[in-house]
């Protein structure tokens, strides 16, 4: 297991700005942004730090080294399969995701979610590791890990995806018009960062006739498109 240790930071906005820098505190995140806008507001503004600064843990990836490959996103009608998004781990090295953030950003430019994997997640070299968009308990058995309330809205119909170690990009797509019987899932193999930026390496993962739903291949290598 690798991580890198970007030295230290302190409660307020962290480099991302998107949002509040008090990472890894799970269902006390508020009650932190909280604590410290209040300390601040108090001391009239002299500083932000009001505890112990805290490492900022990321695995350690170079680019291309997690492929985006598959996205699960509303479904005609609602099932216990979910939403979630699936990687492929190809560092050539096992992983572990505990940092790992994924962006969701709508194309209409409607919002920006942040979501940090909270706890650590294993994905073995060659294997593919499943993100969940509803809270990290009770997880279905084809789900790794759970994104909880960082995606409220749960996953875009369209939208970037940015994988970021630190704040390195691991791996980037786009898509639009997400299928609602089943999955957008990569054909390429073995999957790439860089093929699977064009459209054409991707296609839906549904039952024939698209009207049942379908589950796609969660935490396994993708079919070939028809
Ligand atoms: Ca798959």
Redesign the pocket.
Known sequence: MRYRFRGTKSVGMDRNRERPSCPFEGPNLWACVFASVGAVAVLGGVGGCVRDAAPAICPDLQVGDLVI??VRGPQTRDDALGQWV?LHNRSGAAQDLLGLQIRWRRIDGSRTDFAIIRREVAVENGG?VVIGAGPDADLPAHIDVGMGNDLPTGVPPSAAIDVLACDQLIDRITYTGLTRTGTY?LALQPPDAVGNDSAAAWCNNSPANNTEVGP???????PPCD
């Not at 796609?216 to 993708?222: D, I, R």
Request: hydrophobic residues 15%; charged residues 15%.
């Open positions: 490959t598959e699936e593919y899932s796609g291949s969660p935490g396994v290598a993708n």
